[in-house]
């Protein structure tokens, strides 16, 4: 079965089955533990992500929309050119000899660490897309210097 948006994923059937489903109709409650489903985001980036419903968490406090309980890693910056961009830009900004190192810093805002993930963050980032009006966050904020005594 595939979700989305109806009129987009009709046009572009290629499987057996063209069936789609409106994606405001359904909601992650409505999958069972254990579940695995393919998601597609950013069609001209071309990412595609497994995700695996490994349990349902009851909260202390009810999210308001949305919330991230967990997670690793920065995500690759926006329009990086899907798995093999990220790559290219990974190697890019570990070398700080390559000639295209001083525009592709500039370009994802002065600063970039894949290792860095930061819950509170991206928790609010997250709270922020499911809201209008709300300016996203681009870029990976810059570390804090530590002061030294």
Request: hydrophobic fraction near 30%.
């Amino acid at each position: 079965m595939r979700y989305g948006d109806v009129e987009i994923l009709t046009e572009d059937a290629t499987d057996d089955d063209p069936r789609v489903f409106d994606q405001s109709e359904v909601r992650l409650l409505d999958f069972e533990q254990g579940s695995v489903f393919n998601y597609h985001y950013d069609f001209g980036d071309n990412w595609r992500h497994t995700v695996v419903v490994e349990e349902f968490l009851t909260l202390a406090s009810t999210p308001k929309l949305g919330s991230c309980v967990a997670g690793a890693r920065a995500r690759p910056p926006e329009d990086v050119g899907g798995v093999s961009g990220y790559e290219r830009f990974l190697e890019i900004i570990s070398d700080r000899e390559d000639p295209e190192y001083a525009e592709t810093i500039r370009w994802c805002g002065g600063y970039f660490d894949p290792e860095w993930f930061d819950l509170s963050m991206t928790d609010k980032d997250l709270r922020n897309a499911l809201r209008s009006n709300v300016k996203r966050r681009l870029y990976q904020p810059k570390p804090k210097a530590v002061p030294t005594k």
